[in-house]
């Protein structure tokens, strides 16, 4: 039936999700140290066990490990499990919201990366230039879907940036960082 289609897609969606999630967690902790976020593989962050496909399923592994290495039961960080499922449960509402298209795909991706961010610059008071150079990436494909518009969007890319600039500007770097400007570009 067609409610047996809907949940299905759903359910699809939201693995992928959390899949995408368990990556957002290695460019999370790896990003800042400037390591490697594709070649090396997952370990833990103690005793350097490298992690096994098994130990590594998003949501699932955390659970039936209790939370801990395998290798030497030091407990892991909740935020693995908090941000798979928060990305995974977002993917689900930007498809019910905006169906299977083209910018559902690209807001998720979107999603993805201001999460990664805002984790990143919650820690470290600094936005990676790379996410900035990926997000600008997904807004020109948006405004290449969405040409005709192409003047308002670049009306909001001055209108935003150019008043966090002048912030910047006026506060002397005090009220908020370079980075943010950047972002709201």
């Known amino acids: 039936t067609l409610m047996t289609l809907t949940i299905t897609l759903y359910i699809i969606v939201f693995l992928y999700g959390i899949v995408i999630g368990s990556f957002l967690n290695v460019c999370i902790y790896r990003i800042p140290e400037q390591q490697d976020i594709v070649k090396v593989r997952s370990h833990c962050m103690s005793c350097g066990y490298q992690l096994k496909w098994y130990d590594?399923?998003?949501?699932?592994?955390?659970?039936?490990?209790?939370?801990?290495?395998?290798?030497?039961?030091t407990k892991l960080s909740v935020q693995y499990p908090l941000i798979e499922a928060l990305n995974g449960i977002l993917y689900v509402v930007i498809f019910y919201v905006n169906g299977g298209s083209v910018e559902s795909l690209l807001y998720c991706l979107l999603t993805s990366a201001l999460i990664t961010l805002s984790i990143i610059d919650l820690r470290t008071y600094e936005i990676p230039f790379g996410i900035n150079l990926f997000i600008l990436a997904l807004g020109l494909i948006r405004v290449g879907l969405d040409y005709q518009n192409w003047l308002n969007y670049g009306i909001g890319f001055l209108a935003v940036s150019g008043f966090l600039y002048l912030l910047y500007i006026l506060s002397k770097g005090r009220a908020i960082g370079g980075g943010d400007i950047k972002l709201m570009a």
């Open 56 to 73: 590594n399923i998003p949501l699932l592994s955390y659970i039936c490990l209790r939370g801990k290495c395998r290798k030497c039961k």
